[in-house]
Structure formats: structure tokens, C-alpha cells
């Protein structure tokens, strides 16, 4: 069976500190993978895709970026905090190839950023 | 503009009762989503439509496979586990495979 996990589970982080979040998962070879943003009472925004190691497409960068340095691993990252940046991120997968199919979520990492 | 609207943005049932959901589409969109968002935050996948409908259980899901311009999620005999976050999510025919658009969600509150 496929898991995903992110980590941490939560932060709090200084304006203008880095950030680093990730996202593994295990169970199944060369999935697609996503990251989304979610703020407070939210809709969830598309970030980033990525279908294959060392390739990432952006949707919104959100002056955020990612990288996907193993194929069960997606980063998401910056060096320098904004406080609009708080909020719930979403890592997802799905089935590798071109066809769009069902995205399964991980349980989230919540930042807050003072 | 918003290419997802899903309405209503809130709704309370009591138990037992059936509702339905409805996303819009602004364009043409080639597959449709379903999530529920708990209170933890975590999101459940629903259905996944390319057309016509899906069951399982009390949901079940349409996409309109003419026009490809809307979908609807029905909900029968309401219970308490219902509640939630309702989001749909949609991939554009004319975009990439893998961009999802996201709806504002539809608040579902199941009372006794």
C-alpha cells in the first residue's frame, strides 16, 4: 500500500527565516507529485508539480520553490519567510503517466509565520 | 476569473436528510474531483470523474459529459460523519494534465 508522509508536522518561523518542508512517499515508483497552499479557511492552491526526478513545473510560486532530488521525495522551500506564507501546505501523488487521475493527500504540515 | 464555483458555501442538514453540491465550470473541464476536508485538515478523495457518474455508498457523484461545464455530488441520509469541508477540483481541457483548480469548498454541518 502507498503512504505519504510530510514533515514537520508543524512549525512556527520567523519573518525572514528559511524554510524547508517535505514530502515522501513510499509504495509506489515514479509518481506524479504536487504540492498545494491552503490558507485559514481557505481554497487549496496548486504550488508545484513535478512527473519525474529533477523536474519541476510551477503553477504559483508564491516566492516559494521546490525540487524533487529523489523520486519519492518533493521539497518545498525558501530562504526567506513572508507572513502571507502561513497556512496548511499539501503534499499529493498520483499514478505516474500523462493521464490525470485521483490525487491522494498527505496529512499536511501547518506553518505559522510571525 | 474563478474557473470553479462551487456553491452553497455552507450547509447544515439534519441526520437522514439528502442534499446535493454543484460546481460550475467557467470553461471545459476534463475530469472533476471530489474531497472532504475534516476538522484535522486531512483530505479524503471522493470520486474521480472523467464523465457520467459514480457511487459509493450515500454519495454519489454526476459530471456532465455534454458540456462538460458542471458536477454535482449528492449526499443521502445525512449522518453526523458527514461533516466537513466539501472541495471539487478540476483539470481544464484546454491545460496540462496536472493543474487542478480548486472550488471555495461547501461547509456541510450534520446536526441530530
Known amino acids: 500500500a502507498q503512504t505519504i508522509h510530510q514533515w514537520p508536522v508543524a512549525e512556527i518561523k520567523a519573518v525572514g527565516s528559511p524554510l524547508s518542508l517535505g514530502c515522501t512517499i513510499k509504495g509506489k515508483s515514479s509518481p506524479n507529485l504536487y504540492w498545494y497552499w491552503q490558507a485559514t479557511g481557505g481554497t487549496l492552491q496548486q504550488l508545484f508539480y513535478?512527473?519525474?526526478?529533477?523536474?519541476v513545473e510551477s503553477v504559483v510560486q508564491l516566492n516559494l520553490s521546490a525540487s524533487r532530488p529523489k523520486d519519492d521525495q518533493f521539497i518545498l522551500s525558501t530562504e526567506k519567510l513572508l507572513l502571507s506564507h502561513s497556512g496548511f501546505y499539501l503534499c499529493?501523488?498520483?499514478?505516474?503517466?500523462?493521464?490525470?487521475?485521483?490525487?491522494?493527500f498527505g496529512p499536511g504540515t501547518r506553518l505559522l509565520v510571525l | 476569473g474563478d474557473q470553479v464555483e462551487q456553491s452553497p458555501s455552507a450547509l447544515s442538514l439534519h441526520e437522514g436528510t439528502d442534499s446535493a453540491l454543484r460546481c460550475n465550470f467557467t470553461?471545459?473541464?476534463?475530469?472533476v474531483q471530489w474531497f472532504r476536508q475534516n476538522s484535522r485538515g486531512s483530505l479524503i478523495s471522493l470520486f474521480y470523474l472523467a464523465s457520467g457518474t459514480k457511487e459509493n455508498g450515500r454519495l454519489k457523484s454526476a459530471f456532465d459529459s455534454k458540456e462538460r461545464r458542471y458536477s454535482t455530488l449528492h449526499i443521502r441520509d445525512a449522518q453526523l460523519e458527514d461533516s466537513g469541508t466539501y472541495f471539487c477540483a478540476a483539470a481544464n481541457s484546454g491545460g496540462s494534465n496536472y493543474k487542478l483548480t480548486f472550488g471555495k469548498g461547501t461547509l456541510l454541518t450534520v446536526t441530530p
Open positions: 499529493a501523488w498520483s499514478l505516474p503517466g500523462g493521464v490525470q487521475d485521483t490525487q491522494y
Open positions: 513535478s512527473i519525474t526526478v529533477g523536474q
Open positions: 470553461t471545459t473541464m476534463r475530469s
